[in-house]
Every structure is written in structure tokens, then in C-alpha cells.
T-cell receptor
Framework: GAVVSQHPSWVICKSGTSVKIECRSL??????MFWYRQFPKQSLMLMAT?????????EQGVEKDKFLINHASLTLSTLTVTSAHPEDSSFYIC?????????????FGPGTRLTVT | GESVGLHLPTLSVQEGDNSIINCAYS??????FIWYKQESGKGPQFIID?????DKRQGQRVTVLLNKTVKHLSLQIAATQPGDSAVYFC???????????FGAGTTVTVRA
């Protein structure tokens, strides 16, 4: 099956610093990648849609200047949390889509645990 | 074991019994639904999907039922095993851009 990786798997940073999270589709080229955020014991909340070569589309309430998304190629999207604060501590998950011939399937990465101190 | 109503946050089921996880969706225009399993500290894993032109779809040990009249989706797991312990999310497709909207999730705990 299609594999999506994320790096790092966990990161601890100090308040005010920036953190970059990478999302890679390892064995396929992704039409679209999505970024989600998940707080403890809560569901996944879509943050933004990322397409290669174009600006990301952010969901309502998500600050585009704080969560910078760069989609450099069909296999790599990055999420940079700028000037991180403790309330940004969360589990960040990306997904990548591929057309299976029947539907566009989303494959999820293993997630990145961000802790801001 | 069965979660009733919209959904319960947790479901405890005896190993070997069947599990039923329920989900209510909100958008009557949604035409594609997916069930995901998420283990602690990991990303969601695809279980089974169904399109709105169907009311039932079966996989290996799992069955998804869709009732569009009441906007209700359920996941049935046959002969529940300890490895089935996880959080289960339903998700609906909310547009042609393949964005997914996730439900709140149900935590399934399998008792030995």
C-alpha cells in the first residue's frame, strides 16, 4: 500500500521558535496533501489543503501566517509552525491522496507530536 | 457491544463478540464515507469506505452500513479481537476537493 512518512515523529521546542514538519509520500506522487491537527482525546481537524506548485488553502480559523505550508514537489509538503506557543502543542498529521482508479484515497502519515515549552 | 445514539465516546466489548460503532453525519450532500482506525500515537488507518449510492459494504470482518434517510453510518466488527482496541473515526467527504470531515471518534476497548 501507499506509504506516507512524517519527520520528525516528535519535537520539543521553546516558545517563540519555529518548527518545520515534513510530510513525504514514499512510493507514489500525491495529487494533494492535507494537514490536520489533533488535540488529546479529540478528533482530527483539517488545517489546510496543499497542492504542489500552488498556495495552500487554509480552513476557517487557521492562521496562514502562523502555519506556513510549502509543497515543493509531488512527494513533499512541509508545515512550519512559526513563533510557536504552548497552545500550539498538538499532534500534527498529514495525508496524501492518490487516485486508485475508483476514488481518490487518502493515506495518512504517522503524525508528529509537537510540544512547546 | 454497541454504541447507541449519536455515538458514545467509549465502547467496551468482550473478545469474540461483535462490535457496532455508530456515527451520525451532518451534511446531506456528502457522498463518500470512510471509517478509520487510530491506535495511540499513530495516524489513522483506512478500514472501509462506502459511497452514498450504496447502503452496505463488506470487508474482512467489517461491514459498513449507510442510512441516508437518517444520516447515520455504522461500522460492524465481527469477532472482535484485542488488536481491534483503538479509536474509530467516521469521516465524510464534503466536496469535490476530497476534503474529509471527521466525526468525534469512539474508543473501543476489547476485554479478554
Amino acid at each position: 500500500g501507499a506509504v506516507v512518512s512524517q519527520h520528525p515523529s516528535w519535537v520539543i521546542c521553546k516558545s517563540g521558535t519555529s518548527v518545520k514538519i515534513e510530510c513525504r509520500s514514499l512510493d507514489f506522487q500525491a495529487t494533494t496533501m492535507f494537514w490536520y491537527r489533533q488535540f488529546p482525546k479529540q478528533s482530527l481537524m483539517l488545517m489546510a489543503t496543499s497542492n504542489e506548485g500552488s498556495k495552500a488553502t487554509y480552513e476557517q480559523g487557521v492562521e496562514k501566517d502562523k502555519f506556513l505550508i510549502n509543497h515543493a514537489s509531488l512527494t513533499l509538503s512541509t508545515l512550519t509552525v512559526t513563533s510557536a506557543h504552548p497552545e500550539d502543542s498538538s499532534f500534527y498529521i498529514c495525508s496524501a491522496t492518490i487516485f486508485s482508479g475508483r476514488i481518490y484515497e487518502q493515506y495518512f502519515g504517522p503524525g508528529t507530536r509537537l510540544t512547546v515549552t | 457491544g454497541e454504541s447507541v445514539g449519536l455515538h458514545l465516546p467509549t465502547l467496551s466489548v468482550q473478545e469474540g463478540d461483535n462490535s457496532i460503532i455508530n456515527c451520525a453525519y451532518s451534511n446531506s450532500a456528502s457522498d463518500y464515507f470512510i471509517w478509520y482506525k487510530q491506535e495511540s500515537g499513530k495516524g489513522p488507518q483506512f478500514i472501509i469506505d462506502i459511497r452514498s449510492n450504496m447502503d452496505k459494504r463488506q470487508g474482512q470482518r467489517v461491514t459498513v452500513l449507510l442510512n441516508k434517510t437518517v444520516k447515520h453510518l455504522s461500522l460492524q466488527i465481527a469477532a472482535t479481537q484485542p488488536g481491534d482496541s483503538a479509536v474509530y473515526f467516521c469521516a465524510e467527504n464534503i466536496g469535490y476537493d476530497y476534503k474529509l470531515s471527521f466525526g468525534a471518534g469512539t474508543t473501543v476497548t476489547v476485554r479478554a
